[in-house]
């Protein structure tokens, strides 16, 4: 089982790694908030999925005490996503709606394919692959968001929607730190125990 969950994960990894330089471009050249969000987000989600591979072989502990570290990760995007926002905050201007609905579209496909291969594994080495799913659950979510944003910008020339995402990204991303963290938690006093 491992060996499958470790070629799952790494496919995964990688599919991740590869659009975050894609959404990463159109963040930067259109300047919205909640795709540089969701870029950094696509290589936290990497690095965890590389992790979680790494870590398959480990100890019970081992892998629970790692998985209280993914929550920290988790948060990582957030921060990110503060600095852009306040940027965006001073100066909110709209960023270009197509390029941000169709990155955001793209964004979504990943997501949902990353989500429906982890889902078999979610609950197959405890908090790791949790975490896994959960990041790319969270994230499908994320990108129908951007969608709807570029959607509502190009209706309204307005760059509000493109950064009340960017923060609801936040949200969520806190949300899923919080709960892989309790899980890992767990993990960790049971075999501990």
Known sequence: MDWRLRKVVITVASLNLAYFGVEFGVAIAIGSVSLFADSVDFLEDTSINFLIAVALGWTAIKRARLG???AGILLIPGIATLWTAWQKFVAPLPPAPIPLSLA???ALVINLSCAFI?????SHSGSLTRAAFLSARNDAVANAAIIAAGLITAYTFSGWPDLIVGLGILAINADAARAVWSAAREEHRQADA
């Open 118 to 122: 982890l889902a078999r594994f979610r």
């Open 68 to 70: 209280m570290a993914l």
């Open 104 to 106: 955001g579209t793209g």
